[in-house]
């Protein structure tokens, strides 16, 4: 089981950088994954099967409100594998090149400032071309 953490991530709010939501994760001791997300004076809770479903979930309910979280885990390239999602809770994914198998592994909640972070639908949409080039 992982532990609880709280963190700070960097955010584009309507396009401008410079500001911070504050993130604070649980898994429960059946496995269920949890995230809160501080923004505004308001409390975002989602629960998945791991933690990067649910930042998934956060970052949605962010892009209704034009905010957009600066990780790993919001990078168009990245998604985690099924092994990682099992042994890792999904905190660990793999930077994926078109035509190439991912070998790359990042914290999904690093900062990553300098990388291409776009909505869930384009991560996804980007995620299911990586798989049909690789032959998954």
Same mark, same amino acid.
């Given at each position: 089981?992982?532990?609880? #953490?709280?963190?700070?991530?960097?955010?584009?709010?309507?396009?401008?950088?410079?500001? #911070?939501?504050h993130i604070e994760g649980?898994?429960?001791?059946?496995?269920?994954?949890?995230l809160a997300v501080t923004e505004s004076g308001r409390c975002y809770i989602c629960a998945a099967k791991d933690f990067f479903d649910a930042l998934k979930a956060i970052r949605l309910i962010l892009e209704?409100?034009?905010?957009?979280?600066?990780?790993?885990?919001?990078?168009?390239d990245v998604w985690p594998s099924p092994g990682s999602r099992r042994t890792d809770a999904g905190l660990v994914a793999y930077v994926c090149r078109p035509g190439k198998f991912a070998t790359e592994a990042v914290q999904i909640f690093e900062d990553a400032s300098e990388s291409s972070h776009v909505s869930v639908s384009r991560q996804e949409a980007y995620a299911r071309r990586w798989q049909a080039s690789v032959g998954r």
């Amino acid at each position: 089981m992982s532990p609880p #953490f709280s963190m700070n991530l960097p955010v584009l709010r309507s396009g401008h950088p410079g500001t #911070f939501v504050h993130i604070e994760g649980d898994r429960s001791p059946t496995g269920i994954c949890s995230l809160a997300v501080t923004e505004s004076g308001r409390c975002y809770i989602c629960a998945a099967k791991d933690f990067f479903d649910a930042l998934k979930a956060i970052r949605l309910i962010l892009e209704a409100r034009d905010i957009q979280v600066l990780c790993n885990g919001s990078r168009e390239d990245v998604w985690p594998s099924p092994g990682s999602r099992r042994t890792d809770a999904g905190l660990v994914a793999y930077v994926c090149r078109p035509g190439k198998f991912a070998t790359e592994a990042v914290q999904i909640f690093e900062d990553a400032s300098e990388s291409s972070h776009v909505s869930v639908s384009r991560q996804e949409a980007y995620a299911r071309r990586w798989q049909a080039s690789v032959g998954r």
